[in-house]
């Protein structure tokens, strides 16, 4: 189901959920609407939302056949140059609506790391700049079914896109009824356990660090990160720093990993004092094993615990830990939210359907 495909009725009304209930875009705010080729007509549907709740909308467009006819020519410097007035423009903007561009993520991943680098040389000065005004916005994973990354994917477009369209369109209350008691667990524990049919038996620490939380609606911008200016559409998910030092068992998962262009399936990890000691995959193992080669320091120890909320998700694509009733263990890198692993890796394995207990007291997961 590619963009244009979908009806101007469900545009619609995804638009009228993600500005009224996620953003609360209220009449006079400034509201930009990032648009791609493919991606124009959602993009189309929210300026027509805007209008219609009194904001001002403005629609920058990038043409995908264009951009890489740009990018062909070598001229990814240009590219990754934002002008003077589109940060002016930036700088005036309440609300910011970003939806994947350029669509072809197959193309851009096959790039040399360097090229990228240059496409994307505006990235951290837009976000200190969202940071500096304090813009709220959001990032709308609608824009990412694409046809080369589907097939990459081996899923159906069509079904990628109704997911997406459901699980955007969930109340953030939903997902506020089924996080907060995971929030108060994860804060007070002390020991996390894992268990399901399949194998998974594992036993993680808990440091009593704050959950970091999203359910659909920006924070405050006095509490935002760096990074957080834009929340992620579809939402859901509660997420903790773990213990660095504690990690005993084997956790079995039954979710894909979707990378950037590329999966992995079937993925169990190892743990026995604290560190990974193996990890297999049934397919896909060897781009986990090539990062975590050059993982530095911290790479084989505990990073996060994430629980999903989003009910209308089922092993969706880049959204895989917002799932309701999954649980993700990553390994690596979790200064992010507050822990002390700075290893430059980032792995994960997700299950469905496990149990969890914190301190003896069984966690509500929604499964």
């Given at each position: 189901m590619a963009s244009g495909s979908v009806s101007p009725a469900t545009r619609e009304k995804v638009a009228r959920s993600v500005l009224e209930n996620n953003l609360q875009v209220k009449p006079g705010e400034r509201v930009v609407v990032e648009a791609w080729t493919h991606t124009l007509p959602w993009a189309v549907a929210f300026?027509?939302?805007?209008?219609?709740?009194?904001?001002?909308?403005?629609?920058?467009?990038?043409?995908?056949?264009?951009?890489?006819?740009?990018?062909?020519?070598?001229?990814?410097?240009?590219?990754?140059?934002?002008?003077?007035?589109?940060?002016?423009?930036?700088?005036?903007?309440?609300?910011?609506?970003?939806?994947?561009?350029?669509?072809?993520?197959?193309?851009?991943?096959?790039?040399?790391?360097?090229?990228?680098?240059?496409?994307?040389?505006?990235?951290?000065?837009?976000?200190?700049?969202?940071?500096?005004?304090?813009?709220?916005?959001?990032?709308?994973?609608?824009?990412?079914?694409?046809?080369?990354?589907?097939?990459?994917?081996?899923?159906?477009?069509?079904?990628?896109?109704?997911?997406?369209?459901?699980?955007?369109?969930?109340?953030?209350?939903?997902?506020?009824?089924?996080?907060?008691?995971?929030?108060?667990?994860?804060?007070?524990?002390?020991?996390?356990r894992i268990r399901d049919d399949r194998g998974t038996d594992v036993t993680l620490g808990l440091r009593k660090r704050v959950p970091s939380t999203e359910y659909g609606r920006p924070l405050p911008a006095a509490k935002r990160g760096p990074f957080?200016?834009?929340?992620?559409?579809?939402?859901?998910?509660?997420?903790?720093a773990l213990d660095e030092s504690v990690a005993d068992g084997t956790f079995v998962a039954n979710r894909t990993n979707y990378y950037d262009d590329a999966i992995a399936t079937g993925a169990v990890f190892h743990f026995r004092r604290g560190k990974l000691m193996d990890a297999e995959f049934e397919k896909g193992g060897d781009r986990f094993d090539r990062e975590f080669r050059n993982g530095g320091t911290g790479r084989d120890r505990p990073g996060q615990l994430v629980f999903g909320l989003n009910p209308e998700l089922r092993n969706t694509p880049q959204v895989e830990d917002r799932e309701l009733g999954t649980v993700m263990v990553s390994l690596g890198n979790n200064r992010g939210i507050g822990g002390k692993n700075a290893a430059s890796f980032f792995g994960w394995a997700i299950s469905a359907g496990a149990s969890v207990e914190i301190d003896g007291r069984p966690v509500p997961t929604g499964r």
């Open positions: 300026a027509r939302e805007a209008r219609r709740r009194g904001a001002l909308p403005l629609v920058p467009y990038e043409d995908e056949e264009a951009y890489w006819d740009a990018v062909d020519d070598g001229e990814e410097a240009i590219l990754g140059t934002a002008a003077p007035h589109e940060w002016a423009a930036l700088r005036e903007t309440d609300v910011y609506l970003h939806m994947w561009g350029p669509g072809d993520r197959v193309r851009m991943n096959a790039l040399p790391a360097a090229r990228q680098r240059k496409l994307f040389g505006f990235n951290d000065r837009w976000y200190r700049t969202a940071a500096k005004t304090g813009l709220r916005g959001a990032r709308l994973e609608l824009g990412r079914p694409y046809p080369s990354l589907a097939r990459a994917y081996g899923v159906d477009a069509a079904e990628w896109t109704d997911q997406l369209i459901r699980a955007t369109l969930v109340s953030p209350s939903v997902l506020v009824r089924s996080g907060r008691p995971i929030e108060r667990a994860l804060a007070r524990g002390k020991r996390v957080q200016s834009l929340i992620g559409l579809p939402s859901g998910t509660v997420r903790v």
